[in-house]
């Protein structure tokens, strides 16, 4: 007996890279897309419109987001989209306007797309922040040092997209501002352990 295969298998055979040798960040691309599509129908509000029941596989940016993985488009056929080529010879996924779209099964497939997008950029666990007096964010953690501190403000700063020059200024300032701490807490060492030899 065989199962018909369900959007759920398309997610895994896309996730695990079954049909094509497609990056992760390629991978989570497409997933995100998907992800717009499916959010669209889940809407009651937006379903019944044409524009949110298809997609335009010629499309420049969705062929660069959908083509690396070949199993987003089963996905797309296995919650209701067929193949359309349009008089103008344009290429399409789409709901045809007869079909009633559950919207229950969209939220379902919504969060089987969160899931997945969840299963290749796991989500960062949350941190305590401290704001410095420039502006600046820096992750608390009672076992780091200093420097460690400011490494991680660094990583953390990175991982959060790209900065405005007023805010790598601020990181900059924040960085030269933790050296000269660290600096004045080495000499005081220094002094402290000359003073003891001294003595």
């Known amino acids: 007996m065989s199962f018909p295969e369900t959007p759920g298998m398309h997610l895994q ?44 596989l010629s499309n420049e940016k969705v062929k660069a987001k959908i083509s690396p993985c070949p199993s987003a488009v089963d996905y797309m056929k ?25 919207v229950s099964d969209m939220s ?15 989500k960062e666990t949350f941190i305590e ?19 460690a501190g400011a490494k991680a403000s660094s990583s953390s700063a990175a991982t959060t997209g790209k900065m405005s020059e007023k805010q790598k200024a601020r990181l900059l300032m924040e960085k030269k501002r933790e050296r000269e701490v660290q600096e004045a807490k080495d000499a005081r060492k220094k002094t402290a352990h000359l003073i003891k030899q001294g003595e």
Not at 31 to 55: C, G, M, W
Not at 78 to 98: C, K, M
Not at 136 to 146: D, G, R
């Open 108 to 122: 379902a497939s919504l969060c089987e797309l969160n899931n997945a997008i969840d299963m290749l950029q796991p």
């Open 13 to 56: 055979h896309l996730i695990l890279d079954a049909k094509a040798v497609a990056t992760k960040e390629q991978k989570i691309a497409c997933l995100k897309t998907l992800r717009i599509v499916v959010k669209n129908l889940a809407d009651p509000s937006k379903n019944s419109d044409p524009k949110y029941r298809q997609l335009k």
């Open 129 to 147: 922040e401290k704001k410095t007096p420039e502006g600046i964010i820096i992750p608390q953690n009672s076992s780091l040092s200093t420097t």
């Open 78 to 102: 296995a919650i209701g989209f067929v193949i359309v080529n349009d008089e103008d010879g344009e290429e399409y996924l789409r709901i045809e306007s007869s079909k009633k779209i559950n």
